[in-house]
């Protein structure tokens, strides 16, 4: 299956003539100003100010389009009487840079009618909200064309408002609020934060809509890769509303057939995914009585760590390879086995299992690579699996007793393999379908989310993130998503700060080291000061310090404006860092 060259298109409607009264010759480019999240929005829905002209009246069409209260009135303001009862907008917003422009129609678009203008809007789309809340990225060119009427009281109006919202990203920041729905990974009970959108208006329903999230069931891009604890026929009694007492009441139905610890699961994806909309205790029942026995009410505190198979503990400060060696990041020394001491395996890279106790290397053996996994400290036996070149090997979890997950590497940019453990202790290599990443370009990095349920790709330069779906007998990467695409590029190297976070090193001066959401939505470039460029290799991991490796050594920091500080200790320029997954 090819990737979608396009997300998102706008219908043009195209009208004839020439000329036209009262219009500026073009509005330039404007950038947006920014707005507080969260803005309070005049529920009167004030009318335009009076007498703008036409390039005025798309311009502010556009923006009040970003306010979905009262079936999008704010922007219904600004379309002719016949435009504002009829206009229907689809499900599907496109986001626009907040620079954008709007322009009077040239040649055959233009009309001879006084009393009517085309318009045309030019911006840069940074990409779509999809129906069900998740973002998709797609950098690209936007053209809107709209006919603008001078109606019978001398007011500018648009006749042909476009099937789908289109708004400025600042305005769309003021008026939708991000949220984390979560579900389960696939195989543990590990929570896994799906990236989704809801109107931040009104305050009142917000709560309401996040639970809708989670009883709609993961965004399609998630779909496969995690569990659902909510039965498809689950609903609430009514709305979620606030008690006397101040506790936010979520009554639930269709839950009652459930085990006591699936209805614990169930409440934790509800008390975690309404924790960034609300401080309030949350009120938990079916069908009238609580959804757990002797526990009613809840706060985020009240649960255990859904987190912990995908962090890595604080007893474990990584590694770093260096000279074909393994050595700790904590005290610098070498490690213990072949990997780290005498005249064992030239390494290539590494990866450290997420507990600590399992070590995976990529070393140099007869001119070419080969994959070695075994226990950390002790001899690694190889794996049946060679080739040219071997990205750095990722971890996967599970939540086995013998915690032993997999191992995945790309071989020669081109096959996914996944290296499995057998009941003899041997690893068996397997191949994983990433024929949808493929098209983008050779793969040279991948890294493996630390809960298991998706993938960060360098594939020809340009970062992706891919959902990993996993069926009986194969497991697929699916929905590969390009990150900043026309923005991001040269990217090297890659690694998930947090479960929703990443960040990348590339070769571009003016962002070598950036962070960046797993939607694409936003990215944020670090300092750079004290950097040698270019930087060759990247690492992070919840609750740690970001390493990154350039032709000087190691440098740390902890966010983006600080400045990178030496690391404690010196490996020279040809280190690269990485924490256990």
Same mark, same amino acid.
């Given at each position: 299956?090819?990737?979608?060259?396009?997300?998102?298109?706008?219908?043009?409607?195209?009208?004839?003539?020439?000329?036209?009264?009262?219009?500026?010759?073009?509005?330039?480019?404007?950038?947006?100003?920014?707005?507080?999240?969260?803005?309070?929005?005049?529920?009167?829905?004030?009318?335009?100010?009076?007498?703008?002209?036409?390039?005025?009246?798309?311009?502010?069409?556009?923006?009040?389009?970003?306010?979905?209260?009262? &079936?999008?009135?704010?922007?219904?303001?600004?379309?002719?009487?016949?435009?504002?009862?009829?206009?229907?907008?689809?499900?599907?917003?496109?986001?626009?840079?907040?620079?954008?422009?709007?322009?009077?129609?040239?040649?055959?678009?233009?009309?001879?009618?006084?009393?009517?203008?085309?318009?045309?809007?030019?911006?840069?789309?940074?990409?779509?909200?999809?129906?069900?809340?998740?973002? +998709?990225?797609?950098?690209?060119?936007?053209?809107?064309?709209?006919?603008?009427?001078?109606?019978?009281?001398?007011?500018?109006?648009?006749?042909?408002?476009?099937?789908?919202?289109?708004?400025?990203?600042?305005?769309? &920041?003021?008026?939708?609020? /991000?949220?984390?729905?979560?579900?389960?990974?696939?195989?543990?009970?590990?929570?896994?934060?799906?990236?989704?959108?809801?109107?931040?208006?009104?305050?009142?329903?917000?709560?309401?809509?996040?639970?809708?999230?989670?009883?709609?069931?993961?965004?399609?891009?998630?779909?496969?890769?995690?569990?659902?604890?909510?039965?498809?026929?689950?609903?609430?009694?009514?709305?979620?509303?606030?008690?006397?007492?101040?506790?936010?009441?979520?009554?639930?139905?269709?839950?009652?057939?459930?085990?006591?610890?699936?209805?614990?699961?169930?409440?934790?994806?509800?008390?975690?995914?309404?924790?960034?909309?609300?401080? &309030?205790?949350?009120?938990?029942?079916?069908?009238?009585?609580?959804?757990?026995?002797?526990?009613?009410?809840?706060?985020?505190?009240?649960?255990?760590?859904?987190?912990?198979?995908?962090?890595?503990?604080?007893?474990?400060?990584?590694?770093?390879?260096?000279?074909?060696?393994?050595?700790?990041?904590?005290?610098?020394?070498?490690?213990?086995?072949?990997?780290?001491?005498?005249?064992?395996?030239?390494?290539?890279?590494?990866?450290?299992?997420?507990?600590?106790?399992?070590?995976?290397?990529?070393?140099?053996?007869?001119?070419?690579?080969?994959?070695?996994?075994?226990?950390?400290?002790?001899?690694?036996?190889?794996?049946?699996?060679?080739?040219?070149?071997?990205?750095?090997?990722?971890?996967?979890?599970?939540?086995?007793?013998?915690?032993?997950?997999?191992?995945?590497?790309?071989?020669?940019?081109?096959?996914?393999?996944?290296?499995?453990?057998?009941?003899?202790?041997?690893?068996?290599?397997?191949?994983?379908?990433?024929?949808?990443?493929?098209?983008?370009?050779?793969?040279?990095?991948?890294?493996?989310?630390?809960?298991?349920?998706?993938?960060?790709?360098?594939?020809?330069?340009?970062?992706?993130?891919?959902?990993?779906?996993?069926?009986?007998?194969?497991?697929?990467? /699916?929905?590969?998503?390009?990150?900043?695409?026309?923005?991001?590029?040269?990217?090297?190297?890659?690694?998930?700060?947090?479960?929703?976070?990443?960040?990348?090193?590339?070769?571009?001066?003016?962002?070598?080291?950036?962070?960046?959401?797993?939607?694409?939505? /936003?990215?944020?470039?670090?300092? +750079?000061?004290?950097?040698?460029?270019?930087?060759?290799?990247?690492?992070?991991?919840?609750?740690?310090?970001?390493?990154?490796?350039?032709?000087?050594?190691?440098?740390?920091?902890?966010?983006?404006?600080?400045?990178?500080?030496?690391?404690?200790?010196?490996?020279?320029?040809?280190?690269?860092?990485?924490?256990?997954?």
């Amino acid at each position: 299956m090819k990737l979608p060259a396009r997300l998102f298109a706008l219908v043009a409607c195209l009208v004839l003539a020439a000329g036209c009264a009262n219009v500026p010759e073009e509005s330039q480019p404007v950038a947006v100003p920014q707005q507080e999240l969260g803005q309070q929005v005049n529920p009167d829905v004030p009318q335009p100010a009076k007498d703008l002209d036409a390039l005025t009246v798309v311009r502010d069409f556009v923006r009040a389009s970003a306010q979905p209260i009262s &079936n999008n009135a704010a922007a219904r303001m600004y379309l002719d009487d016949a435009a504002a009862k009829a206009w229907t907008p689809g499900k599907l917003i496109t986001i626009i840079d907040d620079v954008f422009a709007t322009v009077p129609a040239t040649g055959q678009d233009t009309t001879a009618n006084p009393n009517e203008v085309n318009v045309v809007l030019r911006g840069t789309g940074l990409g779509t909200l999809r129906e069900d809340g998740g973002f +998709i990225s797609l950098r690209a060119p936007v053209e809107l064309k709209l006919l603008v009427r001078r109606q019978s009281d001398g007011q500018w109006r648009i006749t042909n408002p476009p099937p789908n919202l289109v708004m400025p990203n600042s305005d769309f &920041n003021a008026n939708y609020v /991000r949220v984390q729905a979560f579900f389960f990974a696939q195989d543990s009970n590990t929570v896994v934060p799906d990236l989704r959108y809801v109107a931040g208006k009104p305050q009142s329903g917000l709560a309401g809509r996040v639970v809708g999230l989670l009883l709609s069931g993961p965004s399609s891009s998630l779909v496969g890769a995690v569990r659902n604890l909510l039965p498809e026929d689950a609903t609430t009694e009514g709305n979620v509303t606030t008690a006397a007492d101040g506790a936010l009441v979520v009554a639930l139905t269709g839950v009652a057939d459930q085990t006591a610890d699936v209805r614990r699961l169930i409440a934790a994806q509800i008390v975690l995914s309404l924790q960034s909309v609300t401080t &309030n205790r949350v009120r938990l029942l079916s069908d009238g009585a609580p959804l757990v026995d002797g526990h009613e009410e809840w706060v985020p505190s009240d649960l255990p760590s859904y987190t912990a198979l995908a962090s890595p503990s604080a007893d474990q400060p990584g590694l770093v390879t260096v000279n074909g060696r393994v050595r700790s990041l904590g005290d610098g020394s070498l490690i213990s086995g072949p990997a780290g001491q005498g005249s064992g395996y030239q390494v290539a890279s590494a990866a450290q299992s997420i507990d600590g106790r399992q070590l995976a290397v990529v070393e140099y053996a007869d001119e070419r690579q080969r994959l070695r996994v075994g226990q950390f400290g002790k001899d690694a036996p190889a794996v049946d699996l060679a080739g040219a070149t071997m990205t750095r090997p990722t971890w996967r979890p599970t939540a086995t007793a013998d915690g032993s997950g997999e191992v995945w590497t790309v071989v020669d940019g081109q096959t996914v393999v996944r290296a499995l453990r057998i009941s003899d202790g041997s690893w068996v290599p397997q191949v994983v379908n990433a024929d949808e990443i493929l098209q983008v370009g050779p793969i040279s990095v991948l890294r493996l989310s630390r809960d298991g349920a998706r993938a960060a790709v360098v594939a020809g330069g340009q970062l992706l993130v891919a959902s990993v779906v996993r069926a009986q007998d194969s497991v697929t990467l /699916r929905a590969p998503r390009i990150l900043q695409g026309g923005t991001l590029g040269g990217v090297i190297d890659v690694d998930w700060l947090s479960q929703d976070t990443l960040v990348a090193a590339t070769t571009m001066p003016s962002q070598p080291v950036v962070k960046i959401s797993i939607d694409g939505l /936003r990215l944020d470039p670090f300092n +750079i000061s004290n950097l040698t460029l270019p930087v060759h290799a990247i690492t992070a991991a919840p609750g740690r310090s970001i390493v990154v490796a350039d032709d000087g050594g190691l440098w740390t920091a902890s966010d983006i404006g600080e400045v990178w500080r030496p690391h404690p200790h010196s490996f020279g320029g040809n280190a690269s860092p990485f924490y256990p997954g």
